[in-house]
């Protein structure tokens, strides 16, 4: 990436009163003006919104009336509240459905895709596992919100093979409302990750399957052997980029389940939006929303560098 | 190679398996449009008499004329400004390393963890005291804010690869800053723009946490957003339901299939870079 910090070092001498030299150091305060309007965007809508969350989290107000300062006790609740720190909770659990599972699954398909499919049937399986990843979010969740509906496929197919008594209105479920939300991100995500782990695997020294396989190594100690190792960057990645999109989980649940039943499906996203824009609790609503910053920062940054050591 | 004929088939059939599996939800909807509206389907199957005239109903009850309109106006505001503005920023700290490069694009990157979610509300009251709430800019200027970790990150990535001769020999040849930009390195960077404003097109058109704070009126949302709102209203009315949704994920297919190599190209470049 960075190959080129220095300049070439060779004709320095006579560069250093050369005109070439006083255009660089005019580029370094001009550029400036090129970065403004990027940063200027950034600043008024995202970082000034940011710390405006974090000076509201110290307050009381319910979006009208005067601002209350109540120092950490919004933190407090966070952890007093059942149904906000249970948000929390089923983040985490959908970690495990929209990020752990499709990326364990992606690695194996990925893997399959390459031994037995190089050709057209892996390029069709590429193009159909990706077809989810470009609808948005919120059609997704009315798709499924009919899947798992009484009437709908699932049940269908379940009494079609004879489990008609474990039939249900899954998303309506308090057991099974938040795996049933889980199986739509991994709909979701798996096309994402079989791609990303897949141009990984094209990546590696064919040299290393070839001799793996010379030596009549199965599908399994290839996989466990040269892919997973190898793969080590793009496991990151592919964590790193679906972790976040889970615990920052809000179309699909607001569409399917809006948390319910109770709060069984309730993540931060939907408690933060419940509680600024339906209960008028905007200090409650940031602390949470804070909290939430933080957390996505303290997940990823273990993951990131774990993928980039060398091992 | 050496992969054994039952292995062979064993993969092949959980390949193809995987790929019904995901096509299946979409049959699904698509058999479920058909059935008459105001019925209650079973999940998939062929209604006796398809009722095609669904999808034109959906058409009209969606106000889908004004909701393409809409979703096209916001992509075509959001997006070449991203790109111009992000483009313009990933040169200064890429490619002039301007003095404090670092430290902005630091500032940048730690913007690619943050969950939308984590700066709705004071977006919220913001755009209010703005006078921008419930109005398309509502979405768009923060849309834009919102892409630039990812969009300033993405061109800083083609620009810190650019061979400094080529800067070299159009600075000796008396180029101004501007120049330097306009004539020689926005030509060359036109791939990963390319790309980059692909992905933000599809970005925008599927943005709905936006769309449902900032905007109440349906038909200034984008694509989304409207959807959400039409499920609001139409949710115990499976099959048009189905056939609005169908008729909201046509433009996102085609467009995928169109420029797919370029959409999957620049979702995991960007990811990798990431």
């Known amino acids: 990436m960075t190959t080129h910090d220095t300049l070439p070092a060779a004709p320095a001498l006579s560069r250093r009163t050369s005109p070439y030299r006083m255009v660089r150091r005019r580029e370094k305060t001009i550029g400036w003006l090129f970065a403004t309007p990027a940063l200027v965007m950034y600043a008024t809508f995202v970082l000034l919104p940011l710390l405006l969350s974090i000076q509201y989290s110290f307050f009381r107000w319910n979006g009208i009336g005067p601002m209350t300062w109540v120092g950490l006790k919004n933190y407090a609740t966070i952890f007093q509240v059942p149904n906000l720190l249970g948000s929390i909770v089923n983040a985490f659990e959908l970690v495990v459905f929209f990020s752990f599972i499709p990326v364990a699954l992606g690695l194996v398909v990925a893997s399959v895709v390459h031994r037995v499919a190089p050709g057209r049937l892996g390029a069709a399986a590429r193009t159909i596992l990706f077809l989810p990843q470009v609808i948005p979010l919120v059609a997704a969740g009315i798709i499924w919100g009919w899947l798992l509906a009484l009437p709908g496929l699932i049940n269908q197919i379940l009494r079609g093979i004879g489990l008609g008594a474990v039939t249900r209105a899954w998303l309506g479920d308090f057991g099974w409302a938040l795996p049933g939300v889980g199986v739509i991100g991994i709909w979701v995500v798996l096309g994402f990750c079989t791609v990303l782990l897949l141009t990984g695997i094209t990546k590696v020294d064919p040299g290393l399957y070839e001799s793996a396989r010379i030596d009549g190594a199965g599908w399994f100690t290839e996989f466990v052997r040269i892919t997973v190792p190898l793969l080590r960057q793009e496991i990151g990645v592919c964590l790193t980029v679906t972790v976040i999109a889970a615990l920052a989980a809000f179309d699909i649940v607001y569409v399917t389940t809006a948390g319910g039943p109770g709060n069984a499906t309730a993540v931060p996203g939907i408690q933060i939006y419940i509680l600024a824009f339906t209960e008028q609790r905007i200090g409650l609503a940031s602390a949470l929303a804070v909290m939430l910053m933080v957390l996505v920062l303290v997940v990823i940054l273990p993951i990131q560098r774990l993928s980039r050591e060398i091992p | ?274």
């Open chain 2, 1 to 274: 190679m050496k992969v054994g004929r039952s292995e062979l088939v064993t993969g092949r059939v959980l390949l193809v398996g995987l790929m019904v599996l995901t096509i299946l939800p979409f049959l699904s909807i698509f058999t479920t449009a058909l059935y008459p509206s105001g019925t209650v389907p079973s999940g998939i199957g062929w209604p006796a008499h398809p009722q095609w005239g669904n999808f034109v109903q959906a058409f009209k009850v969606a106000n889908m004329t004004a909701l393409l309109a809409s979703s096209t106006f916001i992509v075509i505001a959001v997006v070449p400004v991203s790109l111009v503005i992000s483009t313009m920023a990933a040169f200064a700290i890429g490619l002039l390393r301007i003095s404090g490069a670092r430290l902005l694009l630091f500032l940048f990157v730690f913007g690619l963890t943050l969950p939308f979610g984590g700066i709705i509300v004071p977006l919220y009251y913001l755009e209010r005291s703005m006078g921008i709430y419930n109005t398309r800019l509502a979405i768009v200027l923060p849309l834009i804010g919102l892409y630039m970790p990812f969009a300033v990150f993405w061109m800083r990535a083609h620009f810190v690869n650019m061979p400094v001769d080529i800067s070299e020999a159009a600075r000796l040849d008396g180029a101004s800053t501007w120049g330097l930009f306009r004539r020689i390195h926005l030509p060359l960077a036109r791939a990963p723009i390319s790309s980059l404003g692909i992905l933000m097109a599809v970005w925008t058109w599927n943005q709905f946490l936006l769309a449902l704070v900032l905007v109440e009126d349906p038909s200034q949302r984008t694509m989304a957003g409207a959807l959400g709102a039409f499920q609001g209203h139409y949710a115990t009315d499976v099959p048009l339901l189905c056939a609005g949704t169908i008729l909201i994920l046509v433009p996102t297919l085609v467009i995928f299939v169109l420029f797919q190599r370029q959409i999957i190209a620049a979702l995991l470049q960007g990811a990798v870079k990431g």
